[in-house]
């Protein structure tokens, strides 16, 4: 089986952009959001009980 | 060699992976590290019943004449001679570990030659990383009667193995495919693993308030990294390097999450080719093992007072299994060394190892729920699959399974120590000798992934822009963000000080 080179795949990348969606705008700064809000709870927790 | 089997590919995508004879395994390799570790563990127990069954096996000591470097582990075999009892521990390796390759459907004569060759180069490393003008700590001079030493301690064996690998790896293809079968540094380190889960039990035994705040802390690190990294990574591909979203989210996994495991689990979990997964995962080698090589001296030198905080960064931000265990290791030999020499507090061992295990295995926990996740969103939000449903059981199919292993040993440790307080010594001695097959696991990792990581294919494979989102994304963001995460939970938490 012939595998296709990096190169080969990063050029075709260039021709063919795919715009960010609005799902995954929301999939990045939901998760975000979520990871500092957990940070900061969670540091408040392990601080104030261990 | 192709890049893709130039890899350490995860057992865990069976799908994927092309079978050395064409009938598929009897067992994937995470299952058959947790035969190896849990059979290694039972005989090692065999002490505790007064059944001395590894005693006869080969330890290294830091050495000034080479004649003293090797012998038995137990003082019941110490007649014994060094040689016989390396070479019969070669023996018991060479057939354990070629059950299981026939499980596997290796070639087994390929793997016999291959494991003979990496077994001695490793070893030869191990003990090269035991000679006192490397090795010894400033404590240890005027016992061992030199004047100056590196103070690398025992653990440099590591990175002498890693170097001799990389030599192997990028100067020497001819070697390289004779000795293939063998390289399997993910067998490797579950293996080790498991092993590590008794030893890991030991210490939890004798400070559980300590183990507890370092599992539960563990934990909150683990689920705040995924979060925070993951979306960053994939928007700095999608949006600054024009990746498209197959290629975007198996690299944000494989950067920010744990390498290998992690692109591989999502580009399955978003579909895409399997060459994207490999090309990231050849990438994730590489770079652990930079990180590999930079982060516990770093960590020597900037975090030697704050010990648990270096163990829990390199479990967050050096990627794969085998590369953060092994930085563990490193940095716990090296910040004790160093906590030692400038304020005279000597941590015991094994501590910061602890930590870098447990916040990886967490992450290796969370993999199957975050491909879960991204699996759920693509087919019902991105790429929408009209009657094509995501299955809770796909958590469970990607779940890493050599850490039920690594949970067994800890837990049977703990237990018996709990329920018989009075076995606690004998259990120790146990754990000490299946702690030598730990340290041999440990050494032919690193040979192996220095075996594995070839710049020059890698270059020849335009890898540049990949490598740029790598680069940008692990030294500029993951490191930091790392070592922050693991400053606000670990800071002020200490391993326990060695009495007397």
Known sequence: ?????????????????????????????????????????????SRAFI | MSSASALAIEPRVEEKLPATESKPPLINEDWLAVCIGLFVFVLSLGLVFGADLLGWTITASVWTSPAKALGPTSKAYANLSPV???????????????????????????????????FAVS??????????????????????????????????????????????????TRACEAIKEAIRPEL????????????????????????????FLGGCAIVVAYLIFWPIVYFVARRYFGFSREWAAPLASGISI???????????????????????????????????????????????????????????????????????????????????????????????????????????????????????????????????????????????????GYVATFVLVLALGLAFPGLVTKIKAAMGQANVFRAIFFVMTFFAIGTLSNFRKLWQEGIAKLAAVYVLCLFGYIIWVGLLISWLFFHGVLPPVVKG
């Open chain 2, 258 to 404: 744990c390498g290998v495991s992690a692109a591989i689990a999502t580009g399955t979990a978003i579909k895409a080719r399997p060459v994207v997964p490999i090309m990231v995962s050849s990438l994730v080698v590489i770079f652990a093992v930079v990180e590999l090589m930079a982060l516990p001296f770093a960590a020597q030198h900037f975090l030697y007072h704050q010990p648990l905080v270096a163990g829990a960064w390199m479990g967050l931000a050096v990627k794969t299994d085998g590369a953060a265990v092994a930085s563990g290791a490193i940095a716990d030999a090296l910040i004790r060394a160093k906590a030692l020499a400038a304020t005279g507090i000597a941590y015991q061992a094994g501590w910061i190892m602890g930590v870098s295990t447990t916040v990886k295995v967490f992450i290796d926990v969370m993999i199957g729920v975050w491909a879960f996740v991204l699996a759920w969103v693509w087919s019902a939000k991105i790429e929408r699959r009209e009657g094509e449903k995501v299955r809770a059981g796909q958590i469970w199919e990607r779940f890493p399974k050599f850490i039920l």
């Open chain 1, 1 to 45: 089986m012939s595998e296709p080179r990096l190169t080969e795949e990063l050029e075709k990348m260039k021709g063919e952009y795919e715009p960010l969606l609005p799902i995954e705008r929301k999939l990045i700064w939901f998760t975000f959001g979520a990871g500092v809000v957990l940070l900061a709870a969670l540091v408040l927790i």
């Open chain 2, 188 to 215: 490797y380190i579950k293996t080790a693993i498991v092993i590590l889960g008794g030893f890991l039990g030991i210490a939890a035994l004798e400070q559980r308030q300590l183990a507890t705040s370092v599992m």
């Open chain 2, 84 to 118: 016989f009892s390396l070479i019969g521990t070669y023996v018991f390796l060479l057939a354990v570990l070629s059950a299981g390759a026939k499980a596997l459907r290796a070639n087994l004569p390929r793997f016999a030659k291959g494991f003979t060759a990496v």
């Open chain 2, 123 to 172: 070893y030869a490393c191990w003990i090269l990383g035991n000679w006192a003008y490397i090795a010894a700590t400033p404590d240890k001079r005027q016992a061992l009667k030199i004047g100056w030493s590196l103070s690398l301690t025992n653990e440099s064996g590591f990175i002498i193995a890693l170097l001799a690998g990389l030599v192997v790896g990028n100067f020497s």
